[in-house]
């Protein structure tokens, strides 16, 4: 028999019905589970109980929010009108969380320039960019909050300079060359 014989023979009989051959199933067996204790389960929902989330009982207060950027920092504010003077930034205070007092400086001085450092709360989440650039980044945050609550600080803060967004940012890396501008040094050999 040829190649050609055998093909027809084998399209004859998937076209009979009768002759079809079904496939097997393949049945998995998995062992049977063994049912929990009841102790355990208890135990379980002793824990979930514990694991839970507390509700917070804090009043909520009135606040202003404003958002600062430097290079590439970025300082969410919130500053509540009636307060007592604390400032934290990622929910630590100001002094353990820029461990320099140039950055402690540069943070507060919006508040300073108003002589409003211990009247208002001041409340921060900053992200990315490096110590230099979230202090700035704060200190222009805490400057729009304050124009928001109040038009009257607009002129003394924008003669400091603190409404500014500073807009200088890494400059990006160029192809060939080692940074933004550095090329590789030279032989001429």
């Keep these: 028999m040829s190649p050609r014989t055998k093909k027809t023979e084998s399209a004859e009989s998937k076209e009979h019905p009768e002759k079809e051959v079904k496939p097997k199933k393949s049945v998995r067996k ?10 355990e389960a208890v135990e379980v929902a002793a824990v ?43 929910k630590k205070s ?24 211990g009247i208002y709360d001041v409340s921060a989440y900053v992200r990315g960019g490096g110590v230099a650039g979230q202090a700035d980044a704060v200190r222009l945050g805490i400057a729009r909050a304050l124009v928001k609550f109040n038009e009257d600080f607009r002129k003394p803060m924008r003669a400091s300079g603190f409404l500014t967004r500073d807009p ?6 160029k ?3 080692k940074r933004a ?7 001429k050999r």
């Design 175 to 177: 192809p060939g060359l």
């Design 181 to 187: 501008r550095r090329a590789p040094q030279f032989s």
């Design 30 to 39: 998995t062992p049977a589970r063994k049912p929990k204790k009841e102790t």
């Design 168 to 173: 200088r940012v890494k400059e990006r890396k």
């Design 94 to 117: 100001v002094e353990a969380y820029f461990s320099t007092f140039e950055s402690q400086k540069i943070a507060r001085e919006a508040l300073e320039k108003i002589e409003a450092k």
């Design 48 to 90: 979930m109980k514990a694991v839970q989330p507390v509700e917070k009982q804090e009043e909520k207060r009135d606040y202003i929010y404003a958002v600062g950027r430097r290079k590439s920092a970025v300082a969410r504010v919130r500053l509540f009108t009636e307060g007592t003077g604390s400032f934290t930034v990622n």
